[in-house]
T-cell receptor, first 112, second 114 residues
Framework: DQQVKQNSPSLSVQEGRISILNCDYT??????FLWYKKYPAEGPTFLIS?????DKNEDGRFTVFLNKSAKHLSLHIVPSQPGDSAVYFC???????????FGTGTRLKVLA | SQTIHQWPATLVQPVGSPLSLECTVE??????LYWYRQAAGRGLQLLFY????GQISSEVPQNLSASRPQDRQFILSSKKLLLSDSGFYLC????WGLGGDTQYFGPGTRLTVL
């Protein structure tokens, strides 16, 4: 049972435009969400997180939006840059469980 | 600052051979430690996590095992590798990032079972 889903395996965006990566979850107990970026043959790098008490968190070019009623979160990258080309994973956790559930990832390609 | 090490970086092993992957963390004490696997075209699958020395929780039944002999050392093992064990193995630890717990990952080990 995939509790965290990233239904788009890939996404291509022109440089300078907005990239929107989506993530859906099924477990209503999740209260903390994270986004990671991963290059081939490297470990994922933390990008941004959001607690369920918020609906938006922003850090530079990266913004994460959380819609609890829809059990949906998204990562916006503005403006997109070629160096953003990577696989992006969303992850979810429930406080006190010590466990993080990851989605299957979305491969973003930013075209110059 | 905290650092997480994994070795080896790459490994090619025959089916049926044993496995030992090591992960160590520097710059923190009593971290929660995790082993994940990324199989080809798949997401990150949580295999094991540990909240303390000798404490191991298994998430997926398989022929792998984990041990935590020291506070900052986490080992992934197998007695007999299967072809399906091929993948990219990642160790991670929990740190406190902006807004809450954040998992920080090591560089990974690419395991190919032939």
């Amino acid at each position: 049972d995939q509790q965290v889903k990233q239904n788009s395996p890939s996404l291509s965006v022109q440089e300078g435009r907005i990239s929107i990566l989506n993530c859906d979850y099924t477990n209503s107990m999740f209260d903390y969400f994270l986004w990671y970026k991963k290059y081939p043959a490297e470990g994922p790098t933390f990008l941004i997180s959001i607690s369920s008490i918020k609906d938006k968190n922003e850090d530079g070019r990266f913004t994460v939006f959380l819609n609890k009623s829809a059990k949906h979160l998204s990562l916006h990258i503005v403006p997109s840059q070629p160096g953003d080309s990577a696989v992006y994973f969303c992850a979810a956790s429930t406080s006190g469980t010590y466990k993080y559930i990851f989605g299957t990832g979305t491969r973003l390609k930013v075209l110059a | 600052s905290q650092t997480i090490h994994q070795w080896p970086a790459t490994l090619v092993q025959p089916v049926g051979s044993p496995l030992s992957l090591e992960c160590t963390v520097e710059g923190t004490s009593n971290p929660n430690l995790y082993w994940y696997r990324q199989a080809a075209g798949r997401g990150l699958q949580l295999l094991f996590y540990s909240v303390g020395i000798g404490q191991i929780s298994s998430e997926v039944p398989q022929n792998l095992s984990a041990s935590r002999p020291q506070d900052r050392q986490f080992i992934l093992s197998s007695k007999k590798l299967l072809l399906s064990d091929s993948g990219f193995y990642l160790c991670a630890w929990n740190g406190w990032g902006l807004g809450g717990d954040t998992q920080y990952f090591g560089p990974g080990t690419r395991l190919t079972v032939l």
